[in-house]
């Protein structure tokens, strides 16, 4: 009796080849007509089928000589790559996900333990990458990750168009010649949408003396739980963040007065588990934070969230001093080619993951009017946030606190934030996250340690599902042409965010 076959995709592959029931017959350089980055396929049939990736098994697909003869192609050097998927299979791969190291093809104990055995050579694959390093054309880069639910093991996505900007060969771990490649991903692209991207085979953490273009192993240096590495593969010579002192707690000036501490729950052990409980009423009757495998989780955007203080007696690990307990994920501030310095995450974060505070030195808005060239200054705006001032959407709670709020703050004055956080010579890994018009994070008020809400604690809260090596960002705020200069006139920025929707300007 014949066995059935393992891979049907494999046999229907062969068929629609044989009949040129393909959709793309032709090898093409870039995006494909019909694929979208973000486009998910569970083998690698289904690719060639498609025409995004051209063979089934090998990682590099390229055009060979057989195209220079064709309109467009004239002036280029063949063979020429044009697609290549990373599914972890060498152990020389780094990926970093807007960047990427690439090993060559060749060589590798394949059906084996994945290990390199043998010296790679300059030819096929290898030297159409690095043709495609000389000819400057897009490479369209798929990655492979293990997918229990897929009938291949593995699902594929198509993340979109890089560059190879650099090409060398040395030893690999194994002490046998590889040839690496470095790609870059292309500016103007809709965000990565892959949910896990392999970090140094298996998504492990990679040692901090191992990250390429280390320029500092925690900038924190010692402050945060976790320390904090700086890369940089940008500048020639590399150089680390500079200009700021490191300070994970807020810095209040000596005439700014911080009210006392306000009147605190009666809890034992954890609030969670009273019935109850002061503070949970103060956010409604219930606490605004869930547990979600040993890390607290806000269950949703509020105008403000209230905390558990000094005058409460739970438990300092109780859930609802979150934003209390420092940095719990692994992030890495990293220089890039166009936004400065920006930060990204070496973990899964889940929604509602409370990232870290915005902390700087507290000041009076007045102090701070007209520094233009001070670009870390945070507006503590969650009085005109609960009030829907000036286009700012209201929260969950708003109507809550609306009441309370009347007499205290119903001046023309709390039109306009009273104080701001200043992180341009003092500041946090917050200073380092970049704007998008597309962002990851939220702002979340929050009050502790006091009720005044003019001077509330300002938290970073992941607004959906974070992937490793994913950039870390958040919506600034600025309103279209709110920026006036010396001279009276608007100041423009330009926003480098590449989301889909981006507004092109910062401000």
Sequence with gaps: VKRPSKRPDLKALTKMQATNAVLYLEKRIGHLPGVEVGDQFYSRAEMVVLGIHGHWMKGIDYMGSKHQDKPGYQDL????????????????????????????????????????????????????????KDNGNPIRVIRGHIEKNSYTGKVYTYDGLYKVV????????????????????????????TSRVL?????????????????CRDISYGQENIPIPATNLVDNPPVP?????????????????????????????????????????????????????????????KAVVFECGANCSCHCSCVNRTSQQGLQYHLEVFKTELKGWAVRTWDTILPGALICEYTGVLRRNAEVEGLLDNNYIFDIDCLQTIKGLDGRKQRSGSELHMASLQDEHD??????????????????????????????LFIQCILSSHRDIKLAKIMLVAADTIPPL????????????????????VVKLACHCGASDCRKRLY
Excluded: W
């Excluded at 998504?203 to 003396?209: A, E, F, K, Q, T």
């Excluded at 009273?274 to 934070?289: E, F, I, M, Q, R």
């Design 77 to 132: 050097i063949f063979p020429l790559a044009t697609c290549i998927v990373m599914s972890g299979a060498y152990e020389d791969d780094f990926d970093k996900a807007d960047e990427i190291i690439y090993t060559g093809e060749g060589g590798n104990n394949l059906l084996g333990n994945g290990h390199q055995k043998t010296e790679q050579t300059l030819l096929r694959g290898n030297l159409a990458l690095k043709n495609s």
């Design 411 to 440: 001046s023309e004055a709390s039109q306009a934030p009273e104080y701001c956080i200043d992180a341009g010579s003092i500041g946090n890994i917050a200073r380092f996250i970049n704007h998008s018009c597309q962002p990851n």
């Design 470 to 489: 994913q950039e870390l960002s958040y919506d600034y705020g600025y309103g279209m042409d709110s920026v006036i200069g010396p001279d009276g006139n």
């Design 166 to 193: 650099d090409c060398l060969s040395e030893k690999g771990v194994r002490g046998h010649l590889v040839f690496k490649f470095r790609l870059k991903r292309l500016e103007g692209q809709p965000p990565l949408t």
């Design 241 to 301: 963040p500079s200009g700021f002192v490191y300070s994970k707690s807020l810095q209040i000036p000596e005439y700014i007065k911080i009210p006392a501490d306000s009147i605190g729950c009666n809890c034992k052990g954890d609030c969670s588990s009273s019935t109850h409980c002061l503070c949970a009423v103060h956010n409604g009757s219930d606490l605004p934070y869930v547990s979600s495998c040993v890390i607290f989780r806000l269950v949703e955007p």
């Design 199 to 215: 970090f140094n085979r298996g998504d492990v953490h990679m040692p901090i003396s191992e990250l390429p273009g280390l320029v």
